[in-house]
């Protein structure tokens, strides 16, 4: 087929020995099956960002830190410059959690570089030598289906142990190949040490993998592996062989209401007497603060 012209460059250095097919086109990139060090490999090529429909939503990018303090300021001003690394940065996340996860040994397709925008990586095939389907595309029985949600769910903890979670993982962003899932699409992966919002999208990945399964295995409906995963996790005591049982014993115990109530009353009262203080010019520690501050100009 004609060379892709965001190809052409890694065609010209060696990159690639070949474009064989364009295998899908989504939202926010193309992917080639591409011939490159003798193998069949994928090219997945990151469309420019006036050509995405995919919204870089802050809760992904929360947590994910920029050591250039020059270009931090820019992205958090959001000047042209600031706005082009910022893309650049969206698309070196997926970059960067292929790296991590592929060494803490999480099924996902391994990387081979990152060029102008294109991710070379392993192709994912089937038992027959064709890119594997995703989970969107199969009809499974019920014994495949609780296996193969049982390794979904392994590699759920996997990256976790690793500090990540996908973020987005549902049928369409797993592929099955013939030894089973292999998770995909990763530039929304967060931080989960680092992302107020880890948890619940943690709980969202898990759910979308037990609503899919349960269509083939109605009682996998019934679990609650992610309340389970995360209370592990936050304790310290999640690893990847963490035997996991699917339930997980929610607090039903009533609120106290008055205790609750009496905390309350007490902040209340103490912000006010605070208040009253601040207003009269003798709170505790006021006038200590005060001369400490003219101490400090003096030195300067």
Request: glycine content about 8%; some cysteine.
């Amino acid at each position: 087929m004609k060379i892709p012209r965001r190809l052409q460059p890694l065609v010209d250095d060696g990159l690639i020995d070949e474009v064989v097919t364009q295998l899908m086109s989504g939202k926010e990139a193309q992917v080639y099956v591409v011939r490159s060090g003798g193998e069949l490999r994928c090219a997945k090529v990151f469309k420019e960002a006036r050509q995405r429909s995919f919204k870089q939503a802050v809760q992904y990018q929360e947590g994910r830190k920029e050591r250039n303090s020059r270009r931090a300021r820019a992205m958090a001003k959001k000047t042209r410059y600031g706005q082009k690394e910022q893309e650049q940065a969206w698309l070196n996340a997926e970059v960067d959690a292929l790296y991590r996860l592929a060494s803490a040994g999480v099924r996902v397709p391994r990387p081979y570089g990152f060029v102008d925008g294109v991710l070379l990586m392993e192709l994912i095939g089937d038992a027959e030598g064709f890119a594997a389907p995703r989970l969107d595309d199969v009809t499974l029985g019920a014994e495949e289906a609780r296996g193969h949600h049982a390794r979904v769910i392994g590699e759920v903890v996997r990256m976790l142990c690793a500090g990540l979670v996908h973020g987005d993982l549902s049928e369409f962003n797993v592929l099955l190949d013939e030894r089973g899932p292999v998770i995909i699409d990763l530039p929304q992966a967060v931080d989960a040490a680092g992302n107020n919002s880890a948890a619940m999208m943690l709980e969202r990945d898990v759910d979308n993998m037990r609503a899919y399964f349960g269509r083939f295995a109605p009682e996998l409906l019934e679990t609650d592996y992610a309340k389970e995963i995360w209370a592990l996790y936050e304790a310290g005591e999640l690893h990847p062989e963490s035997r996991l049982t699917g339930c997980f014993a929610h607090d039903t115990a009533p609120v106290d209401v008055d205790d609750l109530m009496t905390v309350i009353d007490d902040v209340r009262e103490e912000e006010a007497h605070r208040q009253a203080a601040r207003h009269r010019g003798d709170e505790p520690g006021v006038e200590e603060a005060a001369e400490e501050w003219r101490e400090s100009r003096r030195e300067c």
